[in-house]
């Protein structure tokens, strides 16, 4: 498994030139609109579903 989760675009702008950043530990640049943001997975969800 990867240590990092690659985005496919920017959750800002939408954009799709994204860097890997070193600081944060596994951030993302958005070359767009220059924000840096973090991909987390969280879990997944094996409660029963209400109909």
Same mark, same amino acid.
Request: aromatic share 12%; with cysteine; proline share 8%.
């Given at each position: 498994?990867? /240590?990092?989760?690659?985005?496919? %675009?920017?959750? %800002?702008? #939408? $954009?799709? $030139?994204?860097?890997? =950043? /070193? /600081? ?18 969280? #879990?997944? @969800?094996?409660? =029963?579903? @209400?109909?």
């Amino acid at each position: 498994m990867t /240590e990092r989760a690659t985005p496919f %675009y920017c959750p %800002y702008c #939408g $954009d799709e $030139d994204l860097r890997p =950043q /070193e /600081e944060p530990h596994a951030a993302w640049l958005c070359t767009g609109c220059r924000r840096v943001f973090v991909v987390k997975f969280v #879990g997944i @969800s094996v409660g =029963q579903v @209400s109909r």
